[in-house]
């Protein structure tokens, strides 16, 4: 993408060829790798046994892998999560895409149907227009990736826009095989109008869909959330004495930093009679679209509907207020700040731009330490450098109307 948009700083430049093969193949080997060095690692840990496999519950504290029957006093269920199909007459009789299987691809399809809006379909729809499929992209929702803010999601649209087809607000109803394409049938959600997009390939990128059905944890007397995830406490203990879940598995913030942290305060609370717990305020996220999305804490919504809108403030910042966001000529990249009057506390910071996920980073800190804005003020920033944007930001808060 910047090689593309090189023309509005003045300079002459072509993108002649992508070699897609070769990208994928140096993902998977990679991944691959990764892999392996972490199944050697398991075998090669002494007192643990290592089985491969498909488990269920059969009863209390018992798994079935295989013909193996396994039991525990303490449990840890990481089953994380698999695709979620939609409702869409004859999905089951077309071949389909996911986010996992996408990973497989050795041929560029020529074009691509994306079915879903939230985070991983825009990246996909990202990926895969940046590498020269026609990408199309169908969203239930009114808005791309809802879980940002308004602004936020609007400004992403826009973006995408001007390198794919986007299609928000409509219903995908049903989709078949119309010779070497496929065909779908979609619905306007306001006005009711039918339209029929066509592409190569189509991917489902509509959501997520927890594994405890699977895993049958209700025969261990482990409750699920109505989402079907496993419900746990805010110290990742279920109803299951000695059990505890976390990740995926429990559909809270689903990345995988998060699991992380939650693993290593899982491993805490298993040992120690104090708990620890985490503050899902302070898990931020990125989406790896372009332009970059990053976000960490609530939403303004969140915040008025929490603490008031009079005990709200609001600030926003262009990229162009700052010199090097000028210099980089963006223009509708922007940063917005949500903060308690009063305390001077940061309840949330959302970023769309240029390295939104790096410099989300030092409010991250400041939320994590439960530090006011001040933390951020005091500290000299560069000039000129990007994080100015933070402090500018910061420093135009205003009341909510």
């Known amino acids: 993408m910047e090689i593309k948009e090189a023309k509005k700083f003045g300079i002459s430049a072509s993108l002649t060829g992508v070699d897609f093969s070769a990208i994928m193949e140096r993902m998977r080997t990679k991944v691959s790798a990764g892999r392996e060095r972490v199944r050697r690692g398991i075998k090669g840990t002494g007192a643990l046994d290592f089985y491969e496999g498909e488990a269920s519950f059969t009863a209390d504290r018992t798994l079935a892998v295989g013909k193996e029957q396994i039991k525990g006093e303490r449990i840890f269920i990481v ?5 979620f199909l939609p409702p869409v007459r004859g999905l089951d009789r077309v071949p389909y895409l ?3 299987s996408a990973l497989e691809l050795t041929e560029l399809p020529e074009s691509l149907l994306i079915i879903g809006g939230g985070y991983i379909a825009v990246e996909f729809a990202h990926f895969f227009a940046a590498m020269g499929s026609k990408v199309t992209l169908v969203q239930r929702n009114q808005r791309l990736v809802p879980e940002e803010e308004p602004e936020v999601s609007e400004a ?5 826009a001007q390198r794919m087809e986007v299609h928000a607000n409509t219903e995908a109803v ?3 095989q119309e010779g070497s394409r496929i065909a779908l049938s979609a619905r306007n959600r306001d006005t009711g109008d039918m339209k029929t997009l066509t592409a190569q390939r189509v991917l489902i990128a509509a959501g997520r869909l927890s594994n405890a059905d699977i895993l049958k944890v209700d025969k261990s007397g482990i409750r699920t959330d109505n989402r079907g995830y496993i419900a746990v406490n805010e110290y990742f203990e279920t109803s299951a004495k000695n059990i505890w879940a976390f990740g995926d598995a429990i559909g809270k913030k689903m990345f995988k930093h998060a699991a992380n942290r939650e693993a290593t305060l899982v491993w805490h609370n298993a040992l120690h009679d104090k708990k620890a717990k985490l503050d899902y305020r302070t898990v931020p996220h990125a989406v790896f679209t372009w332009p970059e999305i ?12 929490e ?3 009079h005990t709200v403030l609001v600030g926003m910042a262009r990229y162009d207020d700052v010199a090097r966001g000028e210099a980089m000529m963006e223009h509708e990249s922007f940063a917005k700040a949500i903060v308690q009057k009063g305390s001077d506390k940061i309840l949330g910071f959302h970023i769309i731009g240029p390295q939104a996920s790096v410099l989300i980073q030092e409010v991250v800190n400041a939320m994590a330490n439960d530090l006011d804005l001040w933390s951020i003020a005091r500290a000299m920033h560069i000039h000129p450098a990007l994080p100015e944007l933070v402090l500018t930001a910061l420093g135009n808060l205003r009341e909510v109307e």
């Open 98 to 100: 996911t986010n996992e």
């Open 174 to 176: 049903e989709i078949r």
């Open 307 to 309: 603490f008031g809108g």
């Open 79 to 83: 089953s994380g999560a698999r695709p």
């Open 156 to 160: 992403l649209r826009k973006a995408l």
């Open 294 to 305: 990053a976000s960490v804490g609530l939403t303004e919504k969140e915040a008025v509907e």
